[in-house]
């Protein structure tokens, strides 16, 4: 900053000291033009009569006036003829400005420097009386005066520069006290009461708005910190209760228990990390999704590779030449294979196999499903590229465990098997298996059930679609199907089927953050998206015709209908995010919700209240939390569903212990969270009922049955789930001889009679 002020100082002291010395110049050259033409018509006679005591006394009158140091006048010759006193040996020799102007004949000036003297001459000719140059009249200037001013000029700058600098180095130091000492004060402060145990809350981000590569650290090691010490306080207190919590610190743990040294493969559809080019450039984000929040902490404790489809628009600038990158981009800790599909084999296997086939045929939701030959056929391709992928990454893992992820891979598990016999392989199936009879109509049953039999634990979320896998096991193949230890062996190979219920990650009560009442968030949501409101019900959904948003809003009409004192006082608010709208059924759901929400509003609407506020936009995290937090009910009424999750993170987002959640007994839900009020979405007068049973439950009843939902899922968290799925893994004993040739050990026999793998 001073090298700049000097510099700009500088610069403009130079232009203000020629600007001063120009004007000097400018003036002293006129005025000595003008005195020299007047005096040279009273040099002029004199000269032509020879009258030398009149010239001299001319020359000394004008002597050494102001800047003017005398006048000489000179023959044809250049002699001197009368001359001021003090002068004459400034003018030896002859100046060249006399030769110029007796000889040309015109007025000649200009500066030079004589004898260490910087001087301006003016040379003027005189003529006789024959109009011939008969002599000359020199004037002498001293210019010292010029010098003088633009010293002073730059002695004037030199002071405001010395003031400038004393002013910008005070309010430099003022600013770094209280801007920069301060902040970084208040900083170290809250870190040692952090590191003593009291820090309850992170300094203002705007005190390290200043250093944001620190700023950007703080606060991740801010939330590792309080995580870290809520989730040891919750081990001790449990502890003491002989109880136990599953964190993320020890799932990892015991995930390298359980792997004894292998390395872990996973593989989904979605990817944990998405890149996409945007206005800002290259920016990353993490899908909202509980099987990052559950997979991360496994990957990361054993070094593991997560193979996913790459969608984003910048994921191919991200990666290396084997479409490889690690990730977390924060603190890289595991290995994202990106897997890359045509649009022809997205829209196959993805919009078309899987979710317009096997999505409606899996959920009891009376939306036909749709097969089609070339949509197979993309499953099928896609299905091995991404078998070709794992392949690659494994190379020579003698003891490689993957989990493969949901129904976009039912061929996967039998694929990978046939190459890498050896292979640990556990796929989960996150939406319902339906009863053998709604099954048989795909026409490639058998080609999934044998692909899904290829993986040695097949996990599902409740018992009841274990039994209907077996079930159509037992119908659609011959296998030996073992229902007292739910397994199943196929081409001598074993697979287990097991229940294991996803859940949420549900922190510490420990876990210090600043909340509001859940009345002020009301007050803040009624602001922002303008609505009045006693009472809030919520829906956050997809809009998927699996989750009975259509009956949700007749059920409210009819609670209207029955019990007009909640018109005007009650509204449900629904978020509900577009979801494939490429698909025509989806399309069709999106008016059919619209269309209905403007039905039902236009029938009770008063003033600026209204029964239903229709949310279509992307809600992440943060937001759904406020409105989880704001709610009196919340309302889940899934026609069928394999889990639902909102039912559980609307659970575990009630610190207070209030809401009363409203659950359809068709979800896997509703087999765990036994307190709250089910319903059957289907019979929409009970439903609208079960809403007020819900705002009118006494207090301390809400109270007791939020309690208790809320120990399940503290008790059965996301950790649980994947220490659960892994562990059903591993536990499991594969004779490695008889697989490399199409078989594996029953799951159930003891283990001496099998060589294991760890």
């Known amino acids: 900053m001073i090298v700049g002020i000097t510099l700009v100082s500088t610069v403009s002291s130079w232009y203000e000291v020629q600007r001063e010395k120009d004007e000097l110049r400018t003036e002293l050259e006129h005025k000595a033009g003008t005195f020299a033409e007047g005096l040279t018509g009273n040099a002029e006679p004199l000269l032509a009569s020879g009258d030398l005591g009149s010239m001299t006394r001319l020359v000394e009158q004008f002597g050494n006036r102001g800047q003017l140091l005398g006048l000489a006048i000179v023959d044809r010759a250049g002699a001197p003829l009368a001359i001021t006193h003090g002068i004459a040996s400034l003018l030896r020799p002859s100046p060249v400005q006399l030769r110029d102007a007796l000889t040309t004949n015109k007025t000649v000036s200009g500066y030079t420097r004589i004898r260490f003297r910087r001087v301006y001459l003016v040379v003027a000719p005189l003529h006789g009386a024959d109009k011939n140059v008969a002599g000359a009249m020199m004037l002498v200037y001293d210019t010292g005066f010029i010098r003088a001013a633009t010293l002073r000029v730059w002695g004037m700058a030199l002071i405001h520069f010395g003031f400038q600098v004393l002013i910008i180095a005070g309010i430099t130091m003022l600013i770094v006290r209280w801007s920069l000492m301060r902040p970084i004060a208040r900083a170290a402060q809250w870190m040692h009461e952090l590191r003593m145990g009291r820090g309850e809350q992170a300094p203002p981000m705007h005190d390290l708005d200043f250093l944001e590569p620190l700023a950007s650290e703080v606060a991740p090691l801010i939330a590792s910190v309080h995580e870290a010490r809520a989730a040891a306080a919750a081990e001790a207190r449990l502890r003491n209760a002989k109880e136990q919590i599953w964190t993320a610190q020890r799932l990892a743990d015991n995930v390298k228990t359980q792997l004894a040294g292998s390395h872990l493969y996973v593989v989904s559809n979605r990817e944990p990390y998405i890149h996409n080019s945007g206005p800002q450039g290259i920016t990353v984000s993490v899908p909202a999704s509980g099987l990052v929040t559950a997979i991360e902490p496994i990957l990361c404790a ?114 990978l098997k046939e190459r890498l016999p050896h292979a640990r392989v556990a796929i989960f199936w996150h939406i319902p298996w339906p009863n053998p009879e709604s099954f048989g109509i795909c026409p490639w049953q ?200 909102v039912a559980k993170e609307f659970v575990a987002a009630r610190r207070d212990d209030r809401g009363v959640l409203v659950l359809s007994r068709f979800t896997g839900a509703a087999r765990e969270l036994r307190d709250a009020i089910l319903v059957n979405p289907y019979d929409t007068h009970s439903t609208g009922e079960a809403i007020v049973q819900a705002l009118t439950m006494e207090s301390s009843e809400m109270t007791d049955r939020m309690r208790r939902m809320r120990r399940w899922i503290k008790e059965h968290n996301i950790y649980w789930w994947a220490s659960s799925l892994l562990s059903a893994l591993c536990d499991l004993r594969i004779d490695v001889a008889s697989e490399s040739q199409g078989a594996s050990q029953d799951p159930n026999q003891d283990s001496s009679h099998a060589q294991t793998v760890s």
């Not at 991404?386 to 989990?403: N, R």
């Not at 081409?491 to 510490?508: F, T, Y």
């Not at 992440?620 to 009424?637: G, I, N």
């Open 446 to 645: 058998r080609e999934l059930v044998e692909g899904l039999l290829g993986a040695d634990l097949i996990g599902f979320h409740v018992q009841a679609h274990c039994n209907n896998f077996l079930d159509t096991v037992d119908r659609a193949l011959e296998a030996r199907v073992d229902w007292e230890h739910f397994s199943v062996k196929r081409n001598d190979h074993w697979s287990a089927v097991r229940p294991i219920p996803i859940s949420v990650d549900m922190p510490s009560e420990e876990y210090s953050v600043e909340e509001k009442r859940s009345d002020e968030y009301r007050r803040l949501l009624k602001a922002e998206w303008n609505f009045e409101a006693s009472w809030l019900a919520l829906g956050v959904d997809r809009m998927d015709y699996t989750k009975g948003i259509l009956e949700r809003f007749q059920a409210v009409e009819s609670m209207l209908d029955n019990h007009a004192q909640y018109v005007g006082e009650f509204t449900l608010i629904q978020v509900g995010a577009p979801s494939r709208s490429t698909i025509p059924r989806y399309a069709e759901l999106q008016r059919d919700l619209e269309s209905e929400a403007e039905r039902i509003n236009a029938r009770f609407q008063r003033g600026n209240w209204r029964p239903i506020l229709l949310i279509e936009v992307q809600q992440d995290r943060s937001q759904l939390l406020r409105f989880y937090r704001a709610a009196h009910v919340c309302l889940v009424t899934s026609l069928h569903d394999g889990m639902n999750l």
């Open 302 to 415: 054993c070094n593991g590779t997560w193979v996913a489809h790459g969608s984003g628009s910048a994921d191919r600038e991200t990666v290396d030449s084997h479409a490889r990158l690690m990730v977390p981009p924060a603190e890289p800790r595991y290995t994202l294979r990106r897997v890359w599909l045509t649009n022809e084999e997205e829209q196959g296997y993805y919009y078309g196999f899987s979710n317009e086939g096997l999505w409606p045929l899996c959920h009891i939701a009376h939306t036909r499903p749709t097969f089609r030959a070339a949509d197979w056929e993309q499953y099928i391709r896609v299905n091995e590229k991404f078998a070709d992928a794992l392949v690659e990454e494994i190379g020579d893992d003698e003891h490689p465990v993957v989990l493969i992820q949901d129904y976009h891979f039912a061929l996967l598990p039998r694929i």
